[in-house]
């Protein structure tokens, strides 16, 4: 099954979060029609809800294996040279939001599962697809995997279709993300006049030398799949216009982009920690947006490494870099990696995919799907 027009039809509903604009009825057509049991899955109530997701599974036993997605796009934008919903196909390219990122790859699951259902392959095969991945993501996938442990839909390894591509198709496939950690410190004084120190209590004093022991500790050395991890100050903020006033209050902020030897509970604890000691009068908040994973290269990734090569010729680089995405959530579920179209679109204007891509990420599915389900 050529993949294209199914990845037009997907273009033309905007999806943008939290709006399904009929993309997952498209989706859903698809696969009933190939003989999956559809189950539609709606969580959440406003603002961040209600969300459309959907999962879909056919065949029986084991291996279970699923595709992960999702059906939402980003914001258009401004400055498109096509309509961003027309899905137009010119000079080999698919042009119209979601075309990386990553309505292309849902387009090439279904044809492999095409494939797969065409071959009577033994195995289960499911798709786990969410309207809300680029949004929250608190009624998305994390609610679906919730509602599969519950209905023993529980899949033995999965693979999600991000944009992992970096130069060409094939290039690169994600093994795990880095997390990543916010903290907004406030350091409370006492105001007074620079000339009488002792009647005041400079905030600065405290959060300087409060920051220079968080930014001195080295987290770690990294690790075989992962790049030391990075405490970085992204801000300070004493907003004193005076040159004769002691300020009241200081202010700091900064992210930590960490490996699996932490934990975000770990760093949180110690940035209390170091900053109570120096600033007793202090005030910080905390925000993890994602802890670190690693699926250990394995079977999982080496099949998917195998199909990727013998379908491109392309020796795939095992990565754990960039962002987080819904994988963060699989991964207490099963092994997962990722792997899909070249990103350097994903979220501009003209964001777009090679035809000739999309068709060759869907012979690789069906090889992936080949290799894990016989
Ligand atoms: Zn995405």
Redesign the pocket.
Known sequence: MDPLPLAQALIRCPSVTPADAGALGVLAEALEALGFKITRLQFGSPPDGPVENLFATIGSGAPHFAFAG?SDVVPEGQGWSVDPYAATVGNGLLVGRGAA??KGALAAMVSAAQAHVARNAPGRLSFIITGD??GPATFGTDRILDWMAENNHVPDMCLVG??TSVRKLGDCIKIGRRGSLNAWITVNGAQGHVAYPDRADNPVRRLIPALAELQARVLDAGTDWFSRSNLEIVDLYVGNPATNVIPAQAKARLNIRFNDSHSGAELAGWIEEVVSRHAPSSDVKIRISGEAFLTEPGALSALVAEAVTAETGVQPELSTSGGT?DARFIRRMCPVVEFGLPGQS?HKVDEHASVDDIRALARIYDRVLRLALR
């Open positions: 999702h990122d990553m991945e680029e991000e944009p995405s994903m």
